[in-house]
Every structure is written in structure tokens, then in C-alpha cells.
């Protein structure tokens, strides 16, 4: 069993900055990727930025490109999202996932942080 740890949401003006960190612990797992994913109320869950452990290699959607960076922590099968130039519309809960496997699923997710940008 895997476990995710969310910490560093909150309550930000629009244009701060907010760190969100992640990290997965468990028994005898593997680390294909980490993500973050955010929802709304009553709206579907979507992807906010990916990074592959193999490689580094990172994805993120369009609406947070130049504003959020995602980095990890090996050692500590950590992940993080760095949020600047915070806007009111990134008020959601968000989410960090992990993929076991290579196939493109996540199957483990955190309990979710509530990030809320104030105008």
C-alpha cells in the first residue's frame, strides 16, 4: 500500500505563491511518476503537471505553463509544485498522484489540499 502526504495549501492574494509538497511512502512500491491534478466542485478532475521518474521529464497543462513548476526529491519520493503568479481561477483542491507502473494510470492518490487565490 502506498500513501500520499499532501502539505502547503491555503489562502494566498492572487499573484502570490504557494508550495505544495507530496511525499509517498510504503512497502516495496515503484515510482514510474508523480503528478498533480486539481477539481473543482462538481466538475472532473483534471492534470496540472506530471514529471516522470526516470527521466525528469515534466508536463504541464496549458493554463499553468510559466506559473507552476514541478520538481522532486528522489531520495525522498517527494514531489512539488511550485504556484506563482497565483489567480483566482486556481482556487481548487488539489491532488497529488503516483503512477506504479508504466502504463500511463495513476493509482494512488492524497487526500487533497484546498488551495484558495483571493482577487
Known amino acids: 500500500q502506498v500513501q500520499l502526504v499532501e502539505s502547503g495549501g491555503g489562502l494566498v492574494q492572487a499573484g502570490g505563491s504557494l508550495r505544495l509538497s507530496c511525499a509517498a511512502s510504503g512497502r516495496a512500491f515503484r515510482n514510474y511518476g508523480m503528478g498533480w491534478f486539481r477539481q473543482a466542485p462538481g466538475k472532473e478532475r483534471e492534470f496540472v503537471a506530471t514529471?516522470?521518474?526516470?527521466?525528469?521529464?515534466?508536463s504541464y497543462t496549458d493554463s499553468v505553463k510559466g506559473r507552476f513548476t514541478i520538481s522532486r526529491d528522489n531520495a525522498k519520493n517527494t514531489v512539488y509544485l511550485q504556484m506563482n503568479s497565483l489567480k483566482p481561477e486556481d482556487t481548487v483542491v488539489y491532488y497529488c498522484?503516483?503512477?506504479?507502473?508504466?502504463?500511463?494510470?495513476?493509482?494512488?492518490w492524497g487526500q487533497g489540499t484546498q488551495v484558495t487565490v483571493s482577487s
Open positions: 498522484a503516483l503512477r506504479p507502473s508504466i502504463l500511463p494510470r495513476y493509482d494512488y
Open positions: 514529471m516522470s521518474w526516470s527521466d525528469g521529464s515534466t
